[in-house]
């Protein structure tokens, strides 16, 4: 059985002398064309990953690939500006790495991001989903090599896994701020290829909205380590079947784009309330 836990905490050790003994109240993971919220920290200090013991490093563009610390409606958090994959090449456990080590250095509070695709035809690109649940079909898993006290227990229980306290928080803010957010389930497929006509159909009969190539092996770390995790995706392009024009990365960064003040505002008002629950 695979032992982490010592590379966790050289991994975390490293980040806090960089920080200079700062801690982060949040840790925010910052998805495909979403990664320009960071810019908006104050009294920023940048970490790019390949100077982190053990991280990986992100290929994918429209990731910078730097560790972000810095004061967000002055809360510090700590920013992922670009994830890690599994079509990436690695595996579950070192796309899921950066969470656990989060994890090892107290931090209990998790937001997650991505861009997805939309299956539920009811809704528009450009809309804003709260996870309520996901589905993951792929059968590895970012906990099955590991067997470790301080990770948390083998056998958890992913019920909760994204709390309807933290989702009806960010629906009230999201409110007083004019926006609607969708509530739904997201699935999880591995690309890096989109899915077919085909899958979207059966996505769509097994509950899905959303379909996309990250967060679920972030969320499943999370909650084998009881951190709470609040979870949203950009539907940056209704998937495939729906709409007539081929997928495409670029459409993905395009929304974004387009997204940014409207995801940024709604963030700038969850993370100083979550910070006080």
């Not at 610390?69 to 690695?90: A, Q």
């Amino acid at each position: 059985m695979k032992k982490i836990v010592p590379m966790l905490e050289e991994s975390a050790e490293y980040i806090r002398k960089r920080l200079g003994g700062r801690k982060a109240e949040i840790a925010l993971v910052l998805g495909s064309g979403l990664g320009e919220f960071a810019n908006r920290a104050e009294s920023r200090i940048e970490i790019p990953y390949g100077e982190i013991p053990h991280f990986p490093v992100s290929t994918v563009k429209g990731h910078c690939g730097k560790l972000i610390y810095g004061m967000i409606s002055s809360v510090p958090v700590l920013m992922m500006s670009g994830r890690f994959h599994f079509y990436e090449g690695y595996s579950m456990e070192e796309v899921s790495y950066p969470i656990r080590t989060f994890g090892m250095m107290g931090i209990r509070k998790l937001f997650l991001s991505n861009a997805a695709g939309c299956v539920n035809k009811d809704w528009k690109v450009g809309d804003l989903m709260l996870l309520k649940d996901h589905i993951k079909l792929v059968m590895d898993s970012p906990s099955r090599e590991i067997d470790e006290e301080e990770i948390g227990p083998r056998f958890f229980d992913m019920t909760n896994t994204y709390p309807e306290k933290l989702r009806e928080l960010a629906k009230k803010i999201a409110g007083k701020n004019g926006h609607t957010l969708r509530e739904g389930v997201y699935m999880f497929f591995s690309g890096p290829n989109f899915e077919t006509p085909s899958e979207i159909n059966a996505a769509r009969i097994l509950g899905a909205d959303a379909v996309g190539m990250s967060t679920v092996p972030e969320a499943i770390a999370a909650s084998q380590m009881k951190m709470d995790v609040l979870a949203l995706s950009l539907l940056t392009n209704m998937a495939a079947g729906i709409a007539k024009e081929p997928l495409s990365h670029r459409e993905v960064l395009e929304t974004g784009e387009r997204a940014k003040d409207m995801f940024s505002s709604l963030l700038e008002g969850i993370i100083p309330v979550w910070a006080g629950l």
